[in-house]
């Protein structure tokens, strides 16, 4: 499995479960968490969107929404 990586607030996030959604394009910044269903975290990358479902973040493990939980958030 390859693991994906972004920061926050200078803190590394290692994303361990993410997908694509089946999205019509729009124009957003990349990066932006865009919404939320459940435990997971939507953010916008290129011309779709990515479901972040788990992370690891300061060494432990967490379900997404509770750690990325401010819409409009933008990760990088």
Known sequence: MSLR???LFGSDIIITKAH???TPSYFMTPG???GFEGDSVY?????TIVSIDEVVYQ???YLARNV???????LG
Do not use: A, F, M, Q
């Open 32 to 34: 932006k968490i865009v």
């Open 5 to 7: 990586k972004t920061r």
């Open 68 to 74: 990325l939980n401010t819409n409009g958030l933008r």
């Open 59 to 61: 060494g432990n493990k």
């Open 20 to 22: 694509c959604l089946e």
């Open 43 to 47: 953010v916008k990358c290129g011309d």
